[in-house]
């Protein structure tokens, strides 16, 4: 789950050993190993996006390594087989050869837009 949304499912072994989305990459990297004393953690880096102001389509993009124009659409479900699916344009043909985009350009929903969808309880 990143944002409120799930974005890889599968059985343990598949997560583990064949993640499929970037956050889990991130995750898993940062993740401290017992058969590598002394390394450093690589921390995903930013932060967690706002849940008030989420960014358009992938959650996760204006953290992602793999950033990409596409990545401001809706994320669509790719299913690797076995039950293993994950939400990442890194797997859509039509990605193919777009450069990936610095995360700091990444279109955020403006604050009036937020500030519409807010109410008060």
């Known amino acids: 789950m990143y944002g409120g949304n ?22 898993l990297e940062s993740l401290p190993r017992l058969d ?27 953290r992602c390594r793999y950033r990409m124009p596409i990545c401001d659409r809706p994320v669509p479900l790719y299913d690797f087989g076995g039950g293993h699916v994950a939400r990442c344009f890194l797997y859509e043909k039509s990605a193919e050869g ?5 995360a700091e350009n990444a279109p955020m929903i403006p604050d ?10």
């Open 98 to 102: 777009q450069k990936p985009i610095p």
């Open 112 to 121: 009036s837009a937020v500030a519409a969808s807010e109410t008060i309880a």
């Open 6 to 27: 799930m974005v890889e499912y599968g059985t343990a072994t598949e997560i583990f050993e064949q993640p499929k989305m970037p956050y889990t990459m991130g995750l």
């Open 36 to 62: 590598q004393a002394g390394s450093r953690l690589i921390p995903i880096d930013g932060q967690p996006p706002n849940l008030l102001r989420m960014p358009p389509g992938c959650a996760f993009a204006p």
